[in-house]
């Protein structure tokens, strides 16, 4: 019954909540938005819920925008946002993610991959097969306010490739949404949340000014941010447990890079 009652708290809008004062910015994760009756990977979240998860957060006094505007903001000593990112480029965004956004007032960060226009999530073998957004669609998406960030080309392991091809997943990547959006792209994601140095270096050399990855461990750093996985689950508590758990792990500022040379695996990131 506590529990039950801590809920309807978390969940009420009208419940007065603080404002956060951390220093480490929150950064949610997201995939797919449709129905999530197919789900095997737990990265798809219902239209409804994902109103209801930003019904929870204007409640608390955040607003969701995307990761680079989150960074100026903090860099300026500008509170009460939280960032919200979709990775993989999925079509869907477009018709079912972006006009919940709308009516909350929230931007975010959709990482793309310019290289599968109109193509689908191949690298999921249980699948569903979900449509990836089209070059149109991405220009679209621009236009509408929300920032494009790269996901690589192909969505790949990028500790396994070779330099040159590591080159071409990120330089290129940046190059081609460029194209497409008229500005290049800010951020990059790293696919399966997977990296080590040599990734976050490419990343960086590539001209991005930060990178997102999911529970980069050991190297921590603008060019490898924490983010929190959202889920269909959800809700007021599981998100304040969430929330609380990203504050105690993450409480100060990323640093400037890692000596780690192990790459860091993060569940939940596709």
Known sequence: MAADRSARRADAPSSPHRPHTRRQPWILTYHSVTDPGDDPYGITVSPRRLDEQLSWLRSRRLTGVGVGELLRAEAAGRRGLVGLTF??????????????LRRHGCRATVFVLPGRPGGVNEWDPLGPRKPLLTHEQIRRIAEAGMEVGSHG?????LTTLPDEELRRETRESRELIGDLTGTAP????????????????AA????????????????????????????????????????????????AVP????????PARSGGAR
């Open 87 to 100: 990775d993989d480029g999925y079509a869907d965004f477009l018709h079912e993610a972006l006009p919940v």
């Open 153 to 157: 080309l192909y969505h790949q392991d």
């Open 186 to 201: 800010e951020g990059f994601c790293y696919p399966y949340g997977i990296l080590d140095p040599r990734v976050t270096e």
């Open 204 to 251: 960086r050399s590539a001209g991005y000014g930060y990178g997102c990855a999911l529970a980069p461990g050991p190297l921590l750093s603008r060019f490898a941010l924490p983010r929190t996985h959202i889920s269909q689950a959800d809700r007021g508590v599981r998100l304040w447990a969430k929330d609380l758990r990203h504050g105690l792990r993450h409480g």
């Open 255 to 262: 640093g400037a890079g890692s000596r780690a040379a192990a």
